[in-house]
């Protein structure tokens, strides 16, 4: 494996391009072949600066260390690179490990089709077909025809409806009164029920009935 070396404004020295082949090549054996490598040494100020870029068939890396002496940042950056090969590894492993759900009963048996399902026509009925009757019609088996049945019910006891019983003052006109009047009385006093009698001496009974109208009774 070739390392691609660039430096800018620094010189590398033989000892740290060994150091970086070997430290390549530790990677390597954790995040796989490596089909390129390129190292770039640089200063900034007072901080010596250097990028390592790796390229393998499936992961790409990219690390970056800084110190005043380039020793120390080779080692910061080759120690990052590692880092991340590690992580890739570990992740790789991880999806090995999961478990394949496996197909329960129900999907691996065929499906059948509705046809199977329909029960044969008994045999009377083919013979039936031949005489000239219409054959009877093949229905799913444990299915029923379902037909609509009215339930009627009564109750066990009629309900017996108590009368309401008035006093004498709330349902007799003690003066007498002409019809209007009674029909203005009982609207105004808010009575069902009057009994009264006109100029004549006539006795009547006017009473609301159950649709709100008002209905009047000549008793004779």
Do not use: Y
């Not at 003052?169 to 009674?182: D, F, N, Q």
């Amino acid at each position: 494996m070739e390392v691609e070396f660039t430096a800018r404004q620094v010189r590398i020295s033989k000892v740290l391009k060994a150091g970086a082949e070997e430290g390549i090549e530790r990677i390597a054996l954790v995040l796989g072949r490596i089909t390129s490598a390129a190292l770039t040494f640089r200063a900034e100020r007072h901080l010596q600066i250097v990028e390592i870029s790796l390229q393998s068939r499936l992961h790409s890396i990219v690390a970056r260390g800084e110190s005043p002496s380039q020793e120390t940042a080779l080692r910061e950056a080759l120690a990052h690179a590692e880092h991340q090969a590690q992580r890739f590894r570990d992740r790789g492993r991880t999806r090995k490990r999961l478990p394949k759900v496996a197909p329960t009963a129900e999907a691996r048996a065929p499906r059948k089709t509705s046809r199977s399902r329909l029960e044969r026509v008994p045999e009377p009925a083919e013979s039936a077909e031949g005489n000239g009757h219409r054959p009877a019609i093949a229905r799913p088996p444990g299915r029923q025809t379902k037909a609509a049945i009215t339930v009627h019910s009564f109750p066990g006891k009629p309900a017996v409806v108590e009368p309401h019983i008035l006093s004498a003052h709330e349902a007799l006109a003690i003066r007498p009164m002409t019809i209007e009047e009674a029909v203005k009385e009982a609207e105004f006093r808010d009575r069902d029920l009057l009994v009264f009698r006109n100029m004549a001496g006539d006795l009547f009974v006017l009473h609301r009935r159950r649709d709100g109208k008002m209905e009047l009774v000549e008793v004779p």
